[in-house]
């Protein structure tokens, strides 16, 4: 591994990790496989027994059912299905849509329509600006608490560049980024305006990154550097100086303070490279000595989320050859932890650094380095995380990283195989059996399941639609 022999995809490059893809639906179907009809029949099947275990009640598993029906139609027919049959599904999902009543969700299932769509040689957004203009209006409802006496107020309009980020990504998608600036509007600008008002500077960094990469997406990026503010030196300088503010993210575990300042400085470095301005920014190369320092400041199983930010980040920064030594170092160390842990602890700290480190190894090394008991500790630990009912109630979120991720090494079916750890049922149909339902599903993570059986159907039109660009830069 000591000199870069593969490429990634420039989807992979902008939207690295699973927390993009599962938590905010961006990217879903990233490196394509090879079609299996059993895998998507069980991924029908899931869906079914998901809207009946919710008392067909929920809004965004009806959503994500009927596209992922939309889907695996138009993959079966290798895109030769119907107009008529197309465009009566897109109503139908829109039709959802249209139901949904928190205006950032409503965002983000538009857009994953739409890259989605794209990804099986669909275009909507070519016939009409009815749905475009939807979205606008529903980017424009996203509100912002200015109270300082709230704790939301760290966030400030962290939703709404979110929103935009979804938005222009999907235009990338589908070759339709000329609507992002017309005569009437110009929302990269109005976009890259709102990170001012993001006061934390962990939610700026981690916000002002992606829609940085979904501006460069675009091919827009100029407006970025060379407007009245660089904004990728200003987000990049707030975030560093304001680093150890007393106002911090709130996460499940308790997080050292390392990690909070490694995760928005990696997420902008990231962004350096994929513009291509690194030989701009200041003190360049002592942010990275010292991020790289944050990283073993940190505990171990932190490390194993924040490897794959820091290696993509070099990646993208041309910097993989050089580092190549410590990367090779961080990756045997990440392998190590994961050896030793018990992901059932907790659902976040443990339960998605597995995820992660598997993750890490498909992308910069050998998947074959990864003993499969890893894997097989990774899918049979769900039964066991109950030590807390938060645990048991966010089981979703796990389940969704592990679900997604071993899929892409071609292994989805040990979660559809009946499974004694599960009392003989399969993982999927004993986690939907025994989901604890809150009051909707942002809370129980019922969406997150959702996306990743959408990301896992739609990963499966390889060799059928064409593959994604490979990274030229």
């Avoid at 597995?354 to 890490?360: F, N, P, Q």
């Avoid at 009392?423 to 399941?449: A, K």
Wanted: glycine share 6%; with cysteine; hydrophobic share 40%.
């Amino acid at each position: 591994m000591s000199n870069i022999t593969f490429q990634l995809s420039n989807e992979t490059r902008y939207i690295p990790t699973p927390w993009n893809k599962i938590v905010r639906g961006l990217g879903l179907g990233q490196n394509p496989i090879s079609y299996n009809e059993d895998i998507s029949n069980s991924i029908g099947d899931s869906f079914e027994k998901l809207k009946a275990k919710t008392l067909y009640n929920d809004s965004y598993i009806l959503f994500a059912s009927l596209l992922n029906d939309f889907l695996t139609l138009n993959i079966r027919s290798k895109g030769n299905l119907d107009y008529c049959i197309n465009k009566k599904y897109l109503d139908n999902i829109f039709e959802l849509i249209g139901n949904e009543t928190n205006p950032y969700r409503q965002v983000m299932q538009y857009c994953i329509t739409i890259d989605s769509a794209s990804k099986v040689g669909i275009n909507f957004l070519q016939e009409s600006g009815e749905i475009f203009s939807t979205i606008l209006i529903s980017i424009n409802k996203i509100k912002f608490n200015t109270s300082k006496d709230s704790d939301m107020y760290q966030y400030g309009s962290y939703e709404k560049v979110s929103a935009y980020t979804s938005l222009f990504f999907s235009l990338a998608s589908c070759g339709m980024g000329k609507l992002a600036i017309n005569n009437e509007n110009n929302l990269v600008q109005d976009a890259l305006d709102l990170l001012s008002s993001i006061p934390s500077p962990f939610f700026r960094g981690r916000g002002g990154g992606m829609l940085l990469n979904s501006i460069d997406a675009l091919g827009l990026s100029y407006i970025s550097l060379n407007g009245k503010v660089n904004y990728l030196q200003d987000t990049l300088s707030f975030v560093i100086k304001n680093a150890n503010q007393k106002m911090k993210p709130s996460f499940p575990q308790d997080m050292s303070l390392s990690f909070v300042k490694a995760y928005p400085i990696l997420t902008m470095l990231n962004s350096i490279g994929i513009v291509g301005c690194r030989e701009t920014i200041f003190n360049i190369d002592k942010i990275i000595s010292e991020v790289s320092d944050l990283l073993y400041k940190m505990n171990d199983i932190e490390r194993t989320h924040m490897g794959l930010y820091y290696i993509m980040a070099i990646y993208n920064l041309g910097m993989f050859n050089d580092k190549s030594t410590f990367i090779n170092d961080l990756i045997f160390d990440m392998i190590s932890t994961v050896n030793h842990i018990d992901p059932s602890e907790n659902y976040f700290l443990n339960g998605i650094s597995i995820s992660y480190v598997i993750e890490t190894v498909r992308f910069f090394s050998d998947v074959d380095l990864l003993d499969e008991s890893i894997v097989i500790k990774l899918v049979n630990c769900f039964t066991k995380m109950n030590v807390s009912i938060e645990d048991e109630i966010n089981r979703p979120y796990p389940f969704s990283y592990a679900f997604s991720i071993i899929s892409g090494i071609g292994m989805a079916d040990l979660f559809f195989k009946n499974n004694d750890n599960y009392n003989g049922q399969s993982p999927m149909d004993w986690i939907i059996d025994n989901l604890i339902l809150t009051s909707n599903s942002t809370e129980d993570r019922l969406y997150m399941l959702s996306n990743a059986l959408i990301s896992v159907s739609l990963m499966m039109r390889g060799g059928i639609f064409d593959s994604e660009q490979k990274d030229r830069h």
